[in-house]
């Protein structure tokens, strides 16, 4: 079961006049993303009329509220976190999401194809250079790992991910490149993500998908949720280009 964390370790404050920010320490954790998803979801589960909008990541969850109905806001997220710890405490949510955490959701992980051919991983080759590994080495280590999303953010869908391997992890470059093409693979520090569409990016480029990461036509529009579980393997070019042009043709 998962360390929940007592009620004086949250954190609550107010962001302008409409959104309040719940936080626990300022971590990259799976422990406490798992409580700010519980939180998540109970504050779902109520159905308040006055919620707009809820916005979970790493170790904080920000509700937005309507001005014109909740008039005492910090005296609710105060009464709602205490009952939320309540409920957490008497193990009616908390220990299935805990389970989930370490087993269920296991078996609903989101598998990802990447080409990490030199082609498309157009920083594989430095990084196997700063790391003093092979390409394949590199590749190995990054499929082997299960990433957990930790946030949404930065472009529509981008799913902040992590914890990379310690042994490939590296910086961002100096200098984003004006161009990262829609679906690049890359690695910052202790994340890795990928691109859902062209634009400008700083991360290192290991390889990319032809799966589609955001798309406005069609609902859900992003591929990604904060607390998904995330696994890349590996595709052979020709098998990336097959999968790309079915994808180009049916969307």
Same mark, same amino acid.
């Given at each position: 079961m998962i360390q929940k964390q007592p009620l004086d370790a949250w954190k609550i404050k107010t962001l302008g006049d409409h959104a309040l920010q719940f936080s626990l320490p300022a971590l990259m954790d799976s422990t406490i993303a798992a409580q700010i998803k519980d939180l998540n979801h109970f504050m779902v %589960? @109520? @159905? +308040? &009329?006055?919620? =707009? /909008? +809820? #916005? &979970?990541?790493y170790h904080t969850l920000t509700l937005i509220y309507d001005i014109e109905i909740l008039e005492r806001p910090l005296s609710f997220a105060q009464t709602i976190l205490k009952e939320f +710890?309540?409920?957490?405490? /008497?193990? =009616? #949510?908390?220990? %299935?999401?805990a389970n989930n955490s370490n087993a269920g959701e296991d078996k609903n992980i989101i598998r990802i194809p990447v080409c990490y051919d030199i082609s498309l991983g157009i920083d594989l080759e430095l990084l196997s250079i700063e790391k003093n590994s092979s390409p394949q080495e590199i590749i190995q280590i990054h499929t082997n790992q299960i990433y957990q999303v930790y946030c949404i953010g930065f472009l529509p869908g981008f799913a902040y991910m992590g914890k990379v391997d310690s042994s490939i992890q590296s910086p961002r470059h100096a200098t984003p490149r004006p161009l990262v093409m829609a679906g690049s693979v890359g690695i910052a520090g202790e994340q890795t993500g990928i691109y859902p569409m062209n634009s400008p990016g700083g991360w290192k480029i290991i390889g990319r998908t032809p799966r589609p990461i955001f798309n406005k036509e069609v609902a859900p529009y992003a591929s990604f949720k904060m607390g998904d579980q995330v696994q890349f393997y590996s595709i052979s070019i020709e098998e990336f280009t097959k999968q790309n042009e079915y994808e180009n043709e049916h969307t």
């Open positions: %589960s @109520q @159905q +308040l &009329p006055f919620i =707009k /909008d +809820l #916005i &979970p990541a +710890l309540e409920v957490t405490n /008497d193990h =009616k #949510i908390h220990t %299935s999401n």
